[in-house]
Nanobody, 126 residues
Framework: QVQLVESGGGLVQPGDSLRLSCGTSGLTSTWYTTAWFRQAPGKEREFVAALWRNTGRTYYGDSVKGRFTISRDNAKNIVYLEMNNLRPEDTAVYYC???????????????????WGQGTQVTVSS
């Protein structure tokens, strides 16, 4: 059974950094595309970043390019999201997602991912 568990969220000030972790179990990380999405109150779930299965190629949403970095530790079965220069508009619940059959054109579509974590809150405020 695939399980994803996020951690590392919290309250930070603008300009701060934060690292989110997604512990994975029940899957071989290199066989699954893993991604981070976020959802702010009253808004749709937004694609943040993804690691493509096998190749490990990374993809980012336009709003986080150059500030966020997705990576994975295969030995620990953890996917990370390093977030730098955080802004108030980054405030959201951040979700980890995974799927083994995703096609590239569906990378940013949350409905195409089969497995989800419970989410972790990130609040950026002065």
């Amino acid at each position: 059974q695939v399980q994803l568990v996020e951690s590392g969220g919290g309250l930070v000030q603008p300009g701060d950094s934060l690292r989110l972790s997604c512990g994975t179990s029940g899957l071989t990380s290199t066989w699954y595309t893993t991604a981070w999405f976020r959802q702010a109150p009253g808004k749709e779930r937004e694609f943040v970043a993804a690691l493509w299965r096998n190749t490990g190629r990374t993809y980012y949403g336009d709003s986080v390019k150059g500030r966020f970095t997705i990576s994975r530790d295969n030995a620990k079965n953890i996917v990370y999201l390093e977030m730098n220069n955080l802004r108030p508009e980054d405030t959201a619940v951040y979700y980890c997602a995974a799927d083994s059959h995703l096609i590239l054109s569906s990378l940013t579509t949350s409905q195409q991912y089969d497995y989800w974590g419970q989410g972790t809150q990130v609040t950026v405020s002065s």
